[in-house]
């Protein structure tokens, strides 16, 4: 039977990856992307923006919407300070398995929990379910429309502090346009545009920083 992409990143993770090794589970994923088919990772390039931002926020506690194949997860929980942990929600439970297997390939298992579901219906768990008060650091790329109601969402529910980061993925392409419009315009947030490129592509594509400020 024909395989799926998913399958055939996790493949080209296992042959050309060092397992143990995150950098180099990064840096295979990329390489196929670039190399041999496109998929929906937040790529190298807007990747290395993410990376800074992470760095300067030094993260104890982050929650990321869309996991798809673990891309994202890998790069941020092997620049997490010692005890801190990512929780990753993803919906599809094919992609979810690909990407349980590629982070398991970089070894880092005990910093990311992968949660099978909808946001909107585990965001007013997290709290009770894992123990969680609120999140240095949010991490959206998961359906488009959901941005702004799972921001909301995530607002009433009480897991944003002041200083907490909203990093949002393909605000320009494919686009959150009520999202930015709400962020950028919002009070209660402080927000920054860094303008990059749709992964492995020329075409515009950008993140959004947005600070609560509670
Ligand atoms: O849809 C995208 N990403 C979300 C996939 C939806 C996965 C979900 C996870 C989850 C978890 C919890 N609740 C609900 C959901 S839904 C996406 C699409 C493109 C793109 C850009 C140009 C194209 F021509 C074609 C695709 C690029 C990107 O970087 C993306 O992130
Ligand atoms: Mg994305």
Redesign the pocket.
């Known amino acids: 039977t024909q395989s799926t992409r998913p399958q055939r990143l996790l493949a080209a993770v296992q042959k050309n990856a060092t397992r143990g090794d995150p950098r180099s589970v990064v840096l295979a994923i990329d390489q196929f992307c670039r190399q041999k088919e496109w998929a ?3 790529g190298d390039e807007k990747g290395c923006i993410l990376d800074s931002v992470v760095s300067e926020v030094n993260p104890g506690a982050v929650l990321e ?4 194949c673990g891309y994202s997860a890998v790069r941020i929980a092997c620049l997490l300070p010692p005890h801190g942990k990512i929780i990753t ?4 439970p094919d992609n979810a398995a690909i990407a349980r297997q590629v982070i398991a390939w970089a070894g880092l298992e005990e910093k990311i929990q992968l949660v099978v ?4 219906d ?1 965001i007013p768990k997290i709290k009770e379910q894992f123990g969680v008060k609120t999140f240095d650091l949010v991490f959206l ?4 429309d ?1 941005y702004l109601p799972d921001t909301k969402l995530m607002e009433e529910c009480g897991l944003l502090r002041e200083g907490s980061i909203l990093l949002a ?2 605000v320009i ?2 686009g959150t346009p009520d999202y930015l419009e709400y962020i950028r315009n919002s009070p209660r947030y402080k927000s920054q545009y860094f303008k990059s490129h ?2 492995y592509t020329k075409v515009e594509d950008g993140l959004e920083k947005s600070v609560f400020l509670g």
């Open positions: 929906m990772n937040v919407l869309g996991t798809y929600l993803e919906f599809n579901g909808a946001s909107g585990w790329d998961h359906w488009k959901r993925d393909n392409c494919p749709l992964e």
